[in-house]
């Protein structure tokens, strides 16, 4: 299922959550019941689960709906893919680029599906590495190509809003399979990522 704009908000979900988020506002010392805030609790429930819409989607089928045989046995790079995830221990948003690139083996996916594929798994509650490797097995997997390359480069608020509070630093993580092992054809990718041909 693809990214919605609108979600079908399941009535009953989101009404536990929003109660759970009254009585989140009054631990906070908010009265839930100020003009501003009646209807704060289902628009953070909508929002939670605008959020989290990945655990609904299934990688698999998106990359399998534009699957194309294909001769094509280039790198294919899709770069600077914004996206935004959930970090697990604070359910605060990190949020960046992913750069994705893979050598096909008779078969090239519609590039599209690459960003949705980003979508599944990042509209869930994650750690970086864990979303890097999650994009790159469900491509790795289902495509079988001759190799994957994932890197991303995120902001974490978790670090940035509150704890450490470092308002710059960036985290990147990468992951490869096959062809991106060889050092080689990794640096050729990793030179084309950081280019500024557009
Ligand atoms: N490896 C990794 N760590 C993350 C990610 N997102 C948040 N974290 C870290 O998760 C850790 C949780 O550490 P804890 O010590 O349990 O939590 P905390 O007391 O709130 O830690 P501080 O953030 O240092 O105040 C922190 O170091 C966060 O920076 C991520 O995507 N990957
Ligand atoms: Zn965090």
């Given at each position: 299922m693809p990214l919605q704009q609108v979600l079908n908000y399941d009535e009953e979900t989101t009404d536990t959550i929003s109660d759970h988020y009254t009585r989140i506002l009054q631990d906070l010392?908010?009265?839930p019941s100020r003009d501003g805030l009646l209807k704060t609790p289902v628009r953070a429930a909508k929002a939670m689960q605008f959020l989290t819409q990945g655990y609904e989607?299934?990688?698999?089928?998106?990359?399998r709906s534009a699957m194309f045989a294909e001769n094509y046995s280039e790198m294919v790079i899709v770069k600077d893919?914004?996206?935004?995830?959930?970090?697990?221990?604070h359910m605060l948003p990190f949020?960046?680029?992913?750069?994705?690139a893979y050598i096909p083996d008779g078969y090239i996916v519609g590039l599209s599906k690459i960003p949705r594929v980003i979508e599944v798994f990042s509209r869930r509650l994650q750690v970086q590495e864990r979303l890097t490797d999650d994009v790159l097995k469900a491509i790795h997997t289902t495509l079988n190509p001759l190799g994957v390359a994932v890197v991303m480069e995120a902001?974490?608020?978790c670090m940035m809003m509150r704890g450490v509070q470092k308002q710059s630093s960036v985290t990147t993580t990468s992951a490869f399979t096959g062809a991106f092992e060889s050092e080689r054809t990794r640096n050729e990718f990793l030179k084309l990522i950081?280019?500024?041909?557009?």
């Amino acid at each position: 299922m693809p990214l919605q704009q609108v979600l079908n908000y399941d009535e009953e979900t989101t009404d536990t959550i929003s109660d759970h988020y009254t009585r989140i506002l009054q631990d906070l010392g908010e009265d839930p019941s100020r003009d501003g805030l009646l209807k704060t609790p289902v628009r953070a429930a909508k929002a939670m689960q605008f959020l989290t819409q990945g655990y609904e989607m299934n990688a698999e089928n998106i990359l399998r709906s534009a699957m194309f045989a294909e001769n094509y046995s280039e790198m294919v790079i899709v770069k600077d893919i914004e996206f935004y995830s959930l970090c697990e221990h604070h359910m605060l948003p990190f949020f960046g680029k992913a750069h994705v690139a893979y050598i096909p083996d008779g078969y090239i996916v519609g590039l599209s599906k690459i960003p949705r594929v980003i979508e599944v798994f990042s509209r869930r509650l994650q750690v970086q590495e864990r979303l890097t490797d999650d994009v790159l097995k469900a491509i790795h997997t289902t495509l079988n190509p001759l190799g994957v390359a994932v890197v991303m480069e995120a902001r974490h608020m978790c670090m940035m809003m509150r704890g450490v509070q470092k308002q710059s630093s960036v985290t990147t993580t990468s992951a490869f399979t096959g062809a991106f092992e060889s050092e080689r054809t990794r640096n050729e990718f990793l030179k084309l990522i950081t280019s500024n041909l557009h």
